[in-house]
């Protein structure tokens, strides 16, 4: 069983900058694919970025140029550096690790933007 826990979210004005980050209990995540999603109120849960177990990352076109997703893999541990913040991107961020039939998320982290 792997356990993910996002840390770094909060409150932050318009322009400004976060940093996610999700820790995984077991070093078995290093060969799991990774993500990043987001789930507005009243919207439906969506992708935000992932990262395979070989570095090769996807963005959503709605972060491109704003979000970067990288892995430590000494750390178990998965970031979202999150620049330009818009208030759209308010939203509880969730990570996720997987492979084949395994999925395992966070329990989320909430993030606002707002003025």
């Known amino acids: 069983q792997v356990q993910l826990v996002e840390s770094g979210g909060g409150l932050v004005q318009p322009g400004g900058s976060l940093r996610l980050s999700c820790a995984a209990s077991t070093s078995i995540v290093r060969l799991y694919d990774r993500g990043w999603y987001r789930q507005a109120p009243g919207n439906q849960r969506e992708l935000v970025a992932r990262i395979t177990s070989s570095g090769s990352t996807n963005y959503a076109d709605s972060v491109k140029g704003r979000f970067t997703i990288s892995r430590d893999n000494a750390k178990n541990t998965l970031y979202l550096q999150m620049n330009s913040l818009k208030p759209e991107d308010t939203a509880v961020y969730y990570c996720?690790?997987?492979?084949?039939?395994?999925?395992?998320w966070g329990q989320g982290t909430q993030v606002t933007v707002s003025s």
């Open positions: 996720q690790a997987g492979r084949g039939t395994k999925d395992y």
